[in-house]
């Protein structure tokens, strides 16, 4: 039988190094206190920006929806409010910026994106996230569709990946009666949409 000793603990002096624990509170720190100063814009929304019922210094949000059914309008109320009061917001058109990614493959109208393979589409969603998110600055906000109609089906317009990287801290979803979505789609002469019907509509509005 061998002859073993077990040594337990250290000897002093052994390098263990001891902490003071320190006690602060939150007295002991400085902050700019405009940050939790909510921003009301006067719309219905802002509820949703904050429980304090305004926008947040530092914040982005992402408001999705069907196309035309009013996202571009809304924010520029809100855009118009904002900077009426001081403050100039980063309002961004996914869209619009993923077609600026795009044009490197010859994509040069943004209404053929959704005609790409979705893989390719996801993509351009990543990368368009992550430079939205490098050179984000303010309060952002981006409008974006929910779903996309593809030659595959619909594709989320914020897919998870895309999320992960936006990480928005509101998610705002706008939504209007299929009549409304219906006449700006058709007024809206600066895209080439899809002929759609009242009964289409519901059929993304269910998805």
């Given at each position: 039988?061998?002859?073993?000793?077990?040594?337990?603990?250290?000897?002093?002096?052994?390098?263990?190094?001891?902490?003071?624990?320190?006690?602060?509170?939150?007295?002991?720190?400085?902050?700019?206190?405009?940050?939790?100063?909510?921003?009301?814009t006067g719309?219905?929304?802002?509820?949703?920006?904050?429980?304090?019922?305004?926008?947040?210094?530092?914040?982005?949000?992402?408001?999705?929806?069907?196309?035309?059914?009013?996202?571009?309008?809304?924010?520029?109320?809100?855009?118009?409010?904002?900077?009426?009061?001081?403050?100039?917001?980063?309002?961004?058109v996914f869209g619009s910026a993923m077609l600026e990614e795009a044009l490197s493959i010859g994509i040069k109208d943004r209404d053929n994106l959704r005609k790409l393979p979705v893989e390719k589409q996801k993509e351009l969603q990543v990368k368009t996230a992550q430079k939205i998110s490098r050179n984000r600055k303010g309060i952002v906000f981006v409008d974006t569709h929910l779903f996309i109609n593809t030659n595959e089906g619909y594709w989320p317009g914020l897919p998870q990946e895309v999320l992960k990287v936006l990480s928005p801290t509101n998610l705002v979803l706008i939504q209007a009666k299929p009549s409304e979505i219906m006449n700006r789609r058709n007024e809206d002469e600066s895209r080439k949409r899809d002929k759609i019907t009242k009964g289409s509509i519901l059929t993304e509005q269910d998805i």
């Open positions: 039988m061998s002859n073993i000793k077990l040594k337990r603990g250290r000897k002093p002096g052994s390098g263990v190094m001891r902490f003071k624990p320190v006690v602060s509170t939150m007295a002991d720190f400085t902050y700019d206190k405009s940050l939790f100063t909510p921003m009301p719309k219905r929304v802002d509820s949703l920006f904050s429980s304090e019922g305004g926008l947040m210094k530092g914040t982005n949000y992402a408001f999705v929806g069907d196309p035309g059914v009013g996202k571009t309008t809304v924010l520029s109320d809100i855009e118009h409010i904002l900077k009426e009061r001081g403050v100039d917001p980063n309002i961004i």
